[in-house]
């Protein structure tokens, strides 16, 4: 049988038994790396064996991953580790290679979420245009990046300079880098994301414009629990990205 690739497992927290707590607490200690999550004093390793450290100018990053750790109770539970998850993919993936997972943000340009619109009905039309266009009015200004949105679901080139201009904003330093391709993939739209990491959108708005059509159908058709159950996982991974690039925001 194969084993699962340990960056991925980290991802999605996949562990086939629950550790019991074996600590009395967590903290964070200064290292070499920026800021290292302990507990009781030894250091926390990822599954590729790195320091879980997160980086110097980030301590309350740290913090926020250590007291994901003292948050554990009998067992631990990487299900409900959002940030620890993140961080060890950052250490383990993204900072080994950063320019495929810029790429791959990039690659969401061309086919973003927010340029490809309903043609009904109109309540739906309506509210895509309140959620999306906001975000392609400040991708215009704040970047210069003028995306030209459709009706439809057949793809349409955007211009080479919108997307040139919106992977310029592509941060280059892992931690922001790793935090700005969880919330593309979460979201389906790397402008979103944008916006969400140079503060144009809050978690709840980003979350809210993601999910607009989402939203409709359930309105329309009735809560699926499984479904919610999915959601709200996914909106912890959201948070926790979101809590990177607010501790390293500039």
């Known amino acids: 049988m194969a084993h699962e690739n340990p960056v991925e497992a980290a991802r999605r927290g996949v562990r086939p038994v629950l550790r019991r707590r074996f600590y009395v607490r967590a903290g964070t200690a200064p290292v070499a790396e920026g800021h290292a999550v302990r507990l009781d004093d030894k ?3 990822t599954p590729a064996r790195r320091v879980l450290a997160a980086p110097a100018p980030a301590p309350a990053l740290a913090a926020a991953i250590a007291a994901e750790w003292d948050s554990q109770r009998e067992v631990i539970d990487p299900g409900k580790m959002p940030l ?3 961080a060890n993919v950052i250490i383990d993936g993204v900072a080994e290679r950063p320019p495929p997972v810029a790429a791959e943000i990039a690659k969401y340009l061309e086919s ?3 340029l490809y619109r309903a043609a009904n009905p109109q309540g739906l039309v309506e509210r895509e245009r309140r959620h999306w266009d906001p975000v392609l009015a400040w991708g215009a200004e704040a970047l210069g990046a003028r995306f030209q949105p459709t009706v439809g679901v057949t793809h349409v080139a955007q211009p080479e300079e919108a997307l040139k201009a919106a992977e310029a904003a592509i941060p280059a330093d892992p931690w922001r880098l790793g935090a700005l391709h969880s919330v593309t993939t979460l979201t389906g739209s790397a402008l979103l994301a ?6 144009r959108l809050s978690v709840e708005e980003a979350w809210d414009a993601a999910n607009v059509d989402e939203d409709w159908n359930m309105e329309q058709w009735g809560r699926d629990e499984l479904a919610l159950e999915r959601r709200s996982f996914r909106f912890a991974e959201l948070e926790a990205a ?3 690039l607010r501790c390293l925001a500039g």
């Open 43 to 45: 250091p926390v390793l």
């Open 84 to 86: 620890t998850r993140l």
């Open 242 to 244: 979101a809590t990177v």
């Open 194 to 199: 944008l916006a969400l990491a140079y503060r």
């Open 112 to 114: 973003d979420l927010l």
